[in-house]
């Protein structure tokens, strides 16, 4: 293949910005703000399981004390009608007042029994809504903080972003500028040489692979026309010939 050095030389200019596009998705992949917001996702995660779990526990204590509650008033209604009917004697036996005040003494200690039942329920309620107080703050500070790092990324991809709009612009105007079978070659080294597609023959050194020609390499390069597209006999990419590769 043939193209003007011109041309060549403008390939170099092209694999800079693809470099540099490169450069951007790399570094939009790799911002920290995704680790954070990863790392601060998951503690959310477990502080809302958490919340959930303590609300639930809550709840159940409220329905708990609640069954408890009645409990208690159905034996207290039970014992103030049987102290009535005790205090008035109407109409009872001896044995009859004995049976009830034998009931009167069990509802007073069954209702003894239930109002304990009833603290103690309270007791785990009133734990289970200082938890879910605690963890609903804690959920509200997490969420502050993904919030800040999702808008920190966010204002991250913006200004990645804009570069990466003008960056590509630039390249649309430079590709337009080289021939296309010359762009065609170049992109299908790039694809397969890791994104450098064309080097530079700098000191006799090829930039793209790092490595010095050695004699014959050398004197193939200088026997090629100004016009043949050279490539590198180590990585196969386009070998751009300048003032400065020491030929």
Known sequence: MNAAPADQIRLLDLQALDVRLAQLAHKRRSLPEHAEIQT?????????????AAQTEESDCAREQTKAEQDVDQVRQRAARDQQRLDSGLGMSPKDLENLQHEVASLAKRQGDLEDVVLEVMERRESAQERVTELTERVGSVQAKVDDAVA???????????????VTKEREVVADSIPADLIKLYDKLRAQQGGVGAARLYQRRCEGCRLELNITELNDVRAAAPDAVVRCENCRRILVR??????
């Open 40 to 52: 601060l996702e998951g503690d959310l995660t477990q502080l809302k399981d958490l919340l959930v």
């Open 152 to 166: 920190r990324r966010d204002a991250a991809y913006e200004a990645l972003d804009a570069e990466a709009a003008t």
């Open 242 to 247: 300048t003032s400065e590769s020491g030929l």
